[in-house]
């Protein structure tokens, strides 16, 4: 049983306080309620206290007082986790917003950036320069979160997972100690954070690859939702095969409203979701055999990269209610397509849908082994999400959520994206990472033996 933040006392707490430059807020404290928000409305949890970092100095003080009063320890970073584990009950919420910044390096186009950064903050930096780096589709996604569990968006195919993409991290681990981490130093711990979460320490700064990406040919096909099965037949046989620089993630969905044109409102369709880096020319005869299909809607052209980067930002603000469900895939069968089509015929609020990601070109052609991110061979990242602003359609899109899984966990992979999971228990997190999971264990068991850094996908130290 750990310690509560209530059963310190208060000269333990002032003592930590003046050690910080950030600031520390307390259940009596004014702004608590505001403090504890996290972007998934419907998780509310009240930790015994968050401390603001503002640097390093603050993230070291914070761990070393968590581990001293052993008390239970949650880190945020962009606050995204579907199951809310940038927080706790009771103990200290490590809060990383403060750790913000971003500087490229146009000599190697490498780009530093702050362990509490947002992605968003990240494009507005690079896009000047010409450069981007992968990440994933909804720019207020914390790029702590994102890149530690791996990192899947538009430009997976051309250029990789965001962790393929990781060159460094400056680390606080479970013993107050800072450290460095690269494929030439510390190499264990290098390798378990492309992927293994947050389980191994806070990064306080990353080092990221950035890539030539100015404007890319974007935005969405949509055909209605009866047509999903000869779609999903279609897309299969089509994605894996085409050139690295087009990548398109295949969705169920409804149109919930502006800026979409009226004529779809409230309708379910079936849709593609485009990224192309290259030309409006090479992309309409690339894409030629999607057009074919005649959907009812095409908006695919020429935007600055940030745009992709938020052209879902305003559907999808914080406080909303969602409730996760993912797996990989390997098939498209007829019998999983048939699926897709009767859950998404009845999706419950305009907000909920379901994404498929494609995991091939330069995504794919890492080894199984060479990251934690084991499904290197799966064709999809899948997720189903139940999403409404009002809390009495909880259990609606919770139902409506959990069903969809369930009728298609038999035919996934086994497991599922860590960073699409909920708070779902132990047997999960091991499927998602299969036969790296004991690797990740030792690793867990050599830095942090006592599982200090527990509120995440958590890896049991052996
Ligand atoms: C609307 C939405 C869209 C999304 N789209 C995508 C997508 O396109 N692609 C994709 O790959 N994922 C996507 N995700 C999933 C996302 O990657 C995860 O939710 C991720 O956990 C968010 O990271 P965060 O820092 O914002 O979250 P937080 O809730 O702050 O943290 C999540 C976990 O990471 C740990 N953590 C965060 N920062 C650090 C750090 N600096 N050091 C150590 N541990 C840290 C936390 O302790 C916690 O365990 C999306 C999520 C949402 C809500």
Same mark, same amino acid.
């Given at each position: 049983?750990?310690?509560?933040? +209530?059963?310190?006392?208060?000269?333990?707490?002032?003592?930590?306080?003046?050690?910080?430059? #950030?600031?520390?807020?307390?259940?009596?404290?004014?702004?608590?309620?505001?403090?504890?928000?996290?972007?998934?409305?419907?998780?509310?949890?009240?930790?015994?206290?968050? $401390?603001?970092?503002?640097? $390093?100095?603050?993230?070291?003080?914070?761990?070393?007082? #968590?581990?001293?009063?052993?008390?239970?320890?949650?880190?945020?970073?962009?606050?995204?986790?579907?199951?809310?584990?940038?927080?706790? *009950?009771?103990?200290?919420?490590?809060?990383?917003?403060?750790? +913000?910044?971003?500087?490229?390096?146009?000599?190697?186009?490498?780009?530093?950036?702050?362990?509490?950064?947002?992605?968003?903050?990240?494009?507005?930096?690079?896009?000047?320069?010409?450069?981007?780096?992968?990440?994933?589709?909804?720019? !207020?996604?914390?790029?702590?979160?994102?890149?530690?569990?791996?990192?899947?968006?538009?430009?997976?195919?051309?250029?990789?997972?965001?962790?393929?993409?990781?060159?460094?991290? *400056?680390?606080?681990?479970?013993?107050?100690?800072?450290? @460095?981490?690269?494929?030439?130093?510390?190499?264990?711990?290098?390798?378990?954070?492309?992927?293994?979460?947050?389980?191994?320490?806070?990064?306080?700064?990353?080092? =990221?690859?950035?890539?030539?990406?100015? !404007?890319?040919?974007?935005?969405? !096909?949509?055909?209605?939702?009866?047509?999903?099965?000869?779609?999903?037949?279609?897309?299969?046989?089509?994605?894996?095969?085409?050139?690295? %620089?087009?990548?398109?993630?295949?969705?169920?969905?409804?149109?919930?409203?502006?800026?979409?044109?009226? =004529?779809?409102?409230?309708?379910?369709?079936?849709?593609?979701?485009?990224?192309?880096?290259?030309?409006?020319?090479? =992309?309409?005869?690339?894409?030629?055999? /999607?057009?074919?299909?005649?959907?009812?809607?095409?908006?695919?052209?020429?935007?600055?990269?940030?745009?992709?980067?938020?052209?879902?930002?305003?559907?999808?603000?914080?406080?909303?209610?969602?409730?996760?469900?993912?797996?990989?895939?390997?098939?498209?069968?007829? /019998?999983?397509?048939?699926?897709?089509?009767? =859950?998404?015929?009845?999706?419950?609020?305009?907000?909920?849908?379901?994404?498929?990601?494609?995991?091939?070109?330069?995504?794919?052609?890492?080894?199984? %082994?060479?990251?934690?991110?084991?499904?290197?061979?799966? +064709?999809?990242?899948?997720?189903?999400?139940?999403?409404?602003?009002?809390?009495? *359609?909880? *259990?609606?899109? @919770? %139902?409506?959520?959990?069903?969809?899984?369930?009728?298609?966990?038999?035919?996934?992979?086994?497991?599922?994206?860590?960073?699409?999971?909920?708070?779902?228990?132990?047997?999960?997190?091991?499927?998602?990472?299969?036969?790296?999971?004991?690797?990740?264990?030792?690793?867990?068991?050599?830095?942090?033996?006592?599982?200090?850094?527990?509120?995440?996908?958590?890896?049991?130290?052996?």
């Amino acid at each position: 049983m750990k310690n509560t933040v +209530k059963n310190l006392d208060a000269s333990v707490i002032e003592a930590f306080a003046s050690s910080l430059r #950030g600031t520390i807020i307390r259940p009596i404290d004014a702004g608590y309620d505001e403090a504890r928000k996290v972007y998934n409305g419907m998780i509310d949890k009240h930790p015994g206290m968050l $401390v603001m970092c503002v640097d $390093v100095a603050d993230v070291m003080a914070s761990v070393n007082f #968590g581990r001293e009063n052993d008390l239970l320890l949650a880190v945020r970073g962009g606050g995204h986790n579907g199951g809310g584990l940038g927080l706790c *009950d009771e103990g200290l919420v490590i809060d990383l917003s403060g750790l +913000k910044f971003v500087r490229v390096d146009t000599s190697d186009n490498t780009v530093r950036v702050g362990g509490g950064n947002v992605w968003g903050e990240v494009d507005h930096a690079t896009h000047p320069f010409g450069l981007a780096v992968p990440a994933g589709i909804i720019s !207020t996604t914390g790029v702590g979160g994102l890149t530690l569990g791996g990192g899947v968006g538009h430009l997976s195919r051309k250029y990789g997972l965001t962790i393929d993409n990781l060159l460094e991290a *400056d680390m606080v681990l479970a013993d107050g100690s800072f450290v @460095t981490v690269s494929k030439d130093q510390n190499e264990d711990l290098f390798w378990a954070i492309r992927g293994g979460g947050g389980n191994f320490g806070i990064v306080t700064s990353f080092k =990221f690859q950035a890539h030539p990406v100015k !404007t890319v040919i974007g935005g969405p !096909t949509l055909w209605p939702i009866e047509r999903t099965e000869e779609i999903m037949e279609w897309y299969h046989n089509f994605i894996h095969d085409v050139p690295d %620089e087009l990548n398109g993630f295949i969705a169920t969905m409804i149109i919930p409203g502006a800026p979409f044109p009226e =004529f779809l409102h409230g309708n379910q369709y079936c849709g593609i979701v485009w990224c192309y880096t290259g030309s409006q020319e090479e =992309f309409d005869k690339l894409a030629k055999p /999607a057009m074919d299909l005649d959907p009812v809607f095409a908006f695919v052209g020429e935007m600055p990269y940030p745009s992709i980067q938020t052209l879902f930002d305003g559907l999808m603000p914080p406080g909303l209610q969602w409730y996760w469900r993912a797996d990989f895939f390997n098939e498209l069968s007829p /019998a999983v397509s048939a699926e897709h089509l009767k =859950f998404g015929s009845q999706i419950p609020t305009p907000l909920s849908q379901m994404h498929l990601y494609p995991i091939s070109g330069a995504a794919s052609r890492v080894g199984a %082994e060479d990251t934690p991110w084991a499904y290197r061979d799966a +064709k999809y990242a899948g997720v189903i999400v139940g999403v409404s602003p009002d809390a009495g *359609d909880a *259990d609606k899109i @919770t %139902e409506w959520c959990k069903d969809y899984w369930e009728a298609l966990h038999p035919y996934s992979s086994g497991g599922a994206y860590s960073n699409f999971l909920m708070d779902e228990g132990q047997e999960r997190v091991q499927a998602s990472y299969k036969h790296n999971y004991e690797r990740l264990s030792k690793i867990k068991g050599k830095y942090d033996p006592q599982n200090l850094f527990s509120v995440n996908q958590n890896i049991k130290p052996s």
